[in-house]
């Protein structure tokens, strides 16, 4: 290890946005495995899983790092920003994880624009990771008295993030009337959410099955849960699920939308 605080600093920098870099950087094979339902799919969630655990490793070297620069004379910099920036970055591999681990519960594949919205969303967020390499870049190189300027590789990233945010809204993932979830699984220790509506207009974000079950009217709504979904009955009778799973936020903010017939459905009651 170097004497130079700066030099110690960057160097243990670059190693971290390299580990995070490859971390992100699976999510475009990992989502078209998925969309294809091929084997490899599983392979590419261990994978992103350990690089994931680098990534830890690395923030902790760069963190040490930083508290060891403190001593060198030569080194000022806002070492609570830089503590502060470190840990948003390791969150974002931290979000290519659960998206990595919510995709290996949600069945069958996605098809159609759907899925595509989805592969383009895991490459945009490949592309807005690389606009913040570029960022954090100019950003040292300011603390050390250059010129360099952040801002355009930042406003890229913002072009990128609004580009993901439309992609969702305007490819809602819908699958007709195919299961998506598979029936037993459990986020968080709690059962899945039924949420039921009788007004097109105004669907109700209610309890969980065992909770209304038991006539809590007040326990937590949807959105305190680990899934949100809306089940609307229309005029027609017919009924619509809405379940939105967040760790799909991801990077960029990978917001998805999935949704299904009711019908496919029914056998969620029995999740306990």
Same mark, same amino acid.
């Given at each position: 290890?170097?004497?130079?605080? =700066?030099?110690?600093?960057?160097?243990?920098?670059?190693?971290?946005?390299?580990?995070?870099?490859?971390?992100?950087?699976?999510?475009?094979?990992?989502? %078209?495995?998925?969309?294809?339902?091929?084997?490899?799919?599983?392979?590419?969630?261990?994978?992103?899983?350990?690089?994931?655990?680098?990534?830890?490793?690395?923030?902790?070297?760069?963190?040490?790092?930083?508290?060891?620069?403190?001593?060198?004379?030569?080194?000022?910099?806002?070492?609570?920003?830089?503590?502060?920036? &470190?840990?948003?970055?390791?969150?974002?591999?931290?979000?290519?994880?659960?998206?990595?681990? /919510?995709?290996?519960?949600? %069945?069958?594949?996605?098809?159609?624009?759907?899925?595509?919205?989805? /592969?383009?969303?895991?490459?945009?967020?490949?592309?807005?990771?690389?606009?913040?390499?570029?960022?954090?870049?100019?950003?040292?190189?300011?603390?050390?008295?250059?010129?360099?300027?952040?801002?355009?590789?930042?406003?890229? &990233?913002?072009?990128?993030?609004?580009?993901?945010?439309?992609?969702?809204?305007?490819?809602?993932?819908?699958?007709?009337?195919?299961? =998506?979830?598979?029936?037993? =699984?459990?986020? $968080?220790?709690?059962?899945?959410?039924?949420?039921?509506?009788?007004?097109?207009?105004?669907?109700?974000?209610?309890?969980?099955?065992?909770?209304?079950?038991?006539?809590?009217?007040?326990?937590?709504?949807?959105?305190?849960?680990?899934?949100?979904?809306?089940?609307?009955?229309?005029?027609?009778?017919?009924?619509?699920?809405? =379940?939105?799973?967040?760790?799909?936020?991801?990077?960029?903010?990978? $917001?998805?939308?999935?949704?299904?017939?009711?019908?496919?459905?029914?056998?969620?009651?029995? &999740?306990?």
């Amino acid at each position: 290890m170097t004497d130079d605080p =700066i030099a110690a600093v960057r160097g243990r920098m670059e190693q971290f946005l390299e580990a995070v870099e490859a971390c992100v950087g699976v999510l475009p094979a990992l989502v %078209g495995s998925y969309r294809r339902g091929e084997a490899a799919f599983h392979e590419r969630v261990a994978a992103l899983e350990r690089r994931e655990s680098d990534c830890n490793e690395a923030a902790r070297e760069l963190r040490s790092a930083l508290a060891d620069s403190l001593a060198g004379e030569s080194f000022f910099h806002p070492t609570g920003d830089l503590v502060s920036l &470190v840990t948003a970055v390791d969150a974002v591999a931290n979000r290519a994880e659960r998206v990595a681990t /919510e995709l290996s519960a949600v %069945g069958p594949p996605l098809e159609g624009r759907a899925g595509e919205a989805l /592969e383009r969303m895991a490459d945009i967020a490949v592309e807005a990771f690389d606009a913040l390499t570029e960022a954090i870049a100019a950003y040292l190189e300011t603390l050390s008295g250059t010129d360099a300027d952040p801002a355009p590789a930042l406003e890229r &990233v913002r072009r990128l993030e609004s580009d993901c945010d439309e992609r969702a809204e305007v490819h809602p993932f819908t699958s007709g009337r195919r299961s =998506i979830l598979p029936t037993g =699984i459990e986020h $968080s220790g709690r059962p899945l959410v039924t949420v039921l509506s009788a007004d097109r207009s105004h669907p109700t974000m209610t309890t969980t099955g065992e909770d209304a079950a038991a006539g809590r009217t007040d326990a937590p709504s949807a959105r305190d849960v680990a899934l949100e979904s809306t089940l609307v009955r229309y005029e027609d009778g017919s009924d619509r699920l809405t =379940i939105y799973p967040p760790g799909l936020s991801g990077v960029a903010r990978m $917001s998805t939308w999935l949704t299904a017939d009711a019908d496919a459905f029914r056998d969620l009651e029995a &999740v306990r």
